[in-house]
């Protein structure tokens, strides 16, 4: 099993989870993290530190949510690992909470 990074990441971008990851497995795109499934151990550190409640374990994804784990995988494979803290965009709290963000992601 794995934790997966859900639309609720996108144009939100804090990253208080890559501070507790043991493993480094988070990765930064343009206005999302992502979440290496072949690196995350599953260990449950990054799901509370979400301000935004993007985190989910991928038994708890929803139908919509589920195309968010190959997606999770497939921008691992490109972005660079993120491991300290970074400050969230200036209009994160504005697109805290927003449904279905898919369509603003950027690769």
């Given at each position: 099993?794995?934790?997966?990074?859900?639309?609720?990441?996108?144009?939100?971008?804090?990253?208080?989870?890559?501070?507790?990851c043991?493993?480094?497995?988070?990765?930064?795109?343009?206005?999302?993290?992502?979440?290496?499934?072949?690196?995350?151990?599953?260990?449950?550190?990054?799901?509370?530190?979400?301000?935004?409640?993007?985190?989910?374990?991928?038994?708890?994804?929803?139908?919509?949510?589920?195309?968010?784990?190959?997606?999770?995988?497939?921008?691992?494979?490109?972005?660079?690992?993120?491991?300290?803290?970074?400050?969230?965009?200036a209009?994160?709290?504005?697109?805290?909470?927003?449904?279905?963000?898919?369509?603003?992601?950027?690769?």
């Amino acid at each position: 099993m794995t934790f997966v990074v859900t639309d609720n990441c996108i144009k939100c971008k804090y990253t208080d989870c890559v501070e507790v990851c043991p493993v480094d497995c988070f990765h930064e795109g343009p206005n999302m993290l992502v979440i290496d499934p072949d690196e995350c151990i599953d260990c449950t550190l990054c799901e509370p530190e979400c301000p935004a409640e993007a985190i989910k374990s991928e038994d708890d994804l929803t139908d919509y949510e589920q195309q968010f784990l190959s997606l999770n995988a497939e921008l691992a494979k490109g972005w660079p690992v993120i491991n300290e803290m970074k400050d969230p965009p200036a209009d994160a709290d504005e697109w805290k909470g927003v449904a279905e963000k898919l369509e603003h992601l950027e690769r």
